[in-house]
């Protein structure tokens, strides 16, 4: 069965930095493009970064833009989000997600929570 499974979350505070993780299993993960989406309370979810099944191209949300990276290990079927300079606007929770043609899957979140 198809899983992605997010961990590295946690309390930051404003300045400081996370990676957060997206483990995947019960798929050929080297074939999907991955993506982290975020939502904040009270607002819709939005995209803030992509990468292609190769890990050749990343794409990003203007507002993490320079502050934020995308990775993808094929070897370990894991996706990465290195979150750097973090913003109280970053608290929310983080999602992944991996696309195949009409095909997605999405992991359960993690809560990323920026404050002093």
């Known amino acids: 069965q198809e899983q992605l499974v997010e961990s590295g979350g946690g309390l930051v505070q404003p300045g400081g930095s996370l990676r957060l993780s997206c483990a995947a299993s019960g798929f050929t993960f080297s074939n999907y493009a991955m993506s982290w989406y975020r939502q904040a309370p009270g607002k819709e979810r939005e995209l803030v970064a992509s990468?292609?099944?190769?890990?050749?191209?990343?794409n990003y949300a203007d507002a993490v833009k320079g502050r934020f990276t995308i990775s993808k290990d094929n070897t370990k079927n894991t996706v990465y989000l290195q979150m750097n300079s973090l913003k109280p606007d970053d608290t929310a929770v983080y999602y992944c997600?991996?696309?195949?043609?009409?095909?997605?899957?999405w992991g359960r979140g993690t809560q990323v929570t920026v404050s002093s």
């Open positions: 990468i292609t099944s190769d890990g050749g191209t990343t």
């Open positions: 997600k991996a696309t195949y043609f009409i095909l997605n899957y």
